[in-house]
T-cell receptor
Framework: GNSVTQMEGPVTLSEEAFLTINCTYT??????LFWYVQYPGEGLQLLLK?????DKGSNKGFEATYRKETTSFHLEKGSVQVSDSAVYFC???????????FGKGTRLSVIA | EPEVTQTPSHQVTQMGQEVILRCVPI?????FYWYRQILGQKVEFLVS????????KSEIFDDQFSVERPDGSNFTLKIRSTKLEDSAMYFC?????????????FGPGTRLTVL
């Protein structure tokens, strides 16, 4: 199938800690991969994306590399801030206008 | 920067009532989507729409749901007879008709509460 699996949350980190949120996908076709972020009380915002193997998406200090050999797209940030507290969703897209398939989301809380 | 807008931000309704959720996609986009997120759960696809017809729908999108593009800007989701389990955040999204992968841009969502 076309599923996405994320690590269970919640994740609680101190400010300036290193963040990794794991995401793996089923190896069906050649999907594009995305991370969306949902801040408290808000909608979904695209954080970053990668469209093919070995691509690295990056934005706001976050990075994720499309790893075909491990079918993974782990989200990383070297130094988190309180303002990064949100729910992070990994998602895949099989082709241009098909539906996005989301993971369950990982809630991140960053404490000062 | 253009964005997807949705109204209302919060809708409260009684079970069995009809609701219409409204979306204005980004103006040059031609593919439109509805997703929903039940509180604390993952975002689920409902339906996609292109060229004035449904392109794809999930098993969630049963006969109680319908979509429409009544004019050149709005895209609506109607739930004919709401149930308690329809309470969720409903997100509209849109993207262009560019072939290959394209990013879906999401609206801020409408929180639907069915009492």
């Amino acid at each position: 199938g076309n599923s996405v699996t994320q690590m269970e949350g919640p994740v609680t980190l101190s400010e300036e800690a290193f963040l990794t949120i794991n995401c793996t996908y089923t190896a069906t076709g050649y999907p594009s991969l995305f991370w969306y972020v949902q801040y408290p009380g808000e909608g979904l915002q695209l954080l970053l994306k990668a469209t093919k193997a070995d691509d690295k998406g990056s934005n706001k200090g976050f990075e994720a590399t499309y790893r075909k050999e491990t079918t993974s797209f782990h989200l990383e940030k070297g130094s988190v801030q309180v303002s990064d507290s949100a729910v992070y969703f990994c998602a895949r897209l099989n082709s241009g206008n098909t539906p996005l398939v989301f993971g369950k989301g990982t809630r991140l809380s960053v404490i000062a | 920067e253009p964005e997807v807008t949705q109204t209302p931000s919060h809708q409260v309704t009684q079970m069995g009532q009809e609701v219409i959720l409204r979306c204005v996609p980004i103006s040059n986009h031609l593919y439109f989507y509805w997703y929903r997120q039940i509180l604390g759960q993952k975002v689920e696809f409902l339906v996609s729409f292109y060229n004035n017809e449904i392109s794809e729908k999930s098993e969630i999108f049963d006969d109680q749901f319908s979509v429409e593009r009544p004019d050149g800007s709005n895209f609506t989701l109607k739930i004919r007879s709401t149930k308690l389990e329809d309470s969720a955040m409903y997100f509209c999204a849109s993207n262009t008709r560019v072939t290959g992968t394209d990013t879906q841009y999401f609206g801020p969502g409408t929180r639907l509460t069915v009492l």
